[in-house]
T-cell receptor, first 116, second 118 residues
């Protein structure tokens, strides 16, 4: 158990709908990351927050947005869902940003999203 | 541009065989970080190891060992005396340090699916 908690674990929704994925980082971790794992694209970095502020952006679609709240939990909002958005969405966390000080990213168990 | 290549898509071995998973990376940075993660059939991503670019020392942890060679841009992972529980997809990942601080996000390879049969 990495200590990163994601809900829901499984979600089935229809095209055009909007869903919210929730993540609680490990205790003491200030940085949160979202990754998408799909069959065709593999594991892709979406976005990173550090202590409530957006820190880095990857291949995140405009239909997707995220935020990190004062209690450090994070939410990933996916809207106008398409069939191609079906994927495993991972949240990850780390103590700080960067890896200079031995920092490591730990992943949650993921949220399986199926769009039908 | 940064890139991670895991050329072996799938490997199948019989229990107790040794197996090496290859990872080749590309980066223009002189400071970077390499990782291996394991994804068992249940789906979670489990951290295995991280290595700094300035530390070429190989590492052994039980049946697992890692061979980091900057000269060939490789960070290979060997499982000795494989077991059925080692069956999983293994991912190699890279992160670069730039602009005075690391971006802190990972570039993953496509993964190698390891099947260990009894």
């Amino acid at each position: 158990d990495s200590g990163v908690t994601q809900t829901p674990k499984h979600l089935i929704t229809a095209t055009g709908q909007r869903v919210t994925l929730r993540c609680s980082p490990r205790s003491g971790d200030l940085s949160v990351y979202w990754y998408q794992q799909s069959l065709d694209q593999g594991l892709q970095f979406l976005i990173q927050y550090y202590n409530g502020e957006e820190r880095a952006k990857g291949n995140i679609l405009e239909r997707f947005s995220a935020q990190q709240f004062p209690d450090l939990h994070s939410e990933l909002n996916l809207s106008s869902l398409e069939l191609g958005d079906s994927a495993l969405y991972f949240c990850a966390s780390s103590v700080t940003i960067g890896f200079q000080s031995g920092n490591t990213i730990y992943f949650g168990e993921g949220s399986w999203l199926t769009v039908v | 541009a940064q890139k991670v290549t895991q050329a072996q898509t799938e490997i199948s071995v019989v229990e107790k065989e040794d197996v090496t998973l290859d990872c080749v990376y590309e980066t223009r940075d002189t400071t970077y970080y390499l990782f291996w993660y394991k994804q068992p059939p249940s789906g979670e991503l489990v951290f295995l190891i991280r290595r700094n670019s300035f530390d070429e020392q190989n590492e052994i942890s039980g049946r697992y060992s890692w061979n980091f060679q900057k000269s060939t841009s490789s960070f290979n992972f060997t499982i000795t005396a494989s077991q059925v529980v080692d069956s999983a997809v293994y991912f190699c990942a890279l992160s670069e340090e730039r602009y005075g601080g690391s971006q802190g996000n990972l570039i993953f390879g496509k993964g190698t699916k390891l099947s260990v049969k009894p």
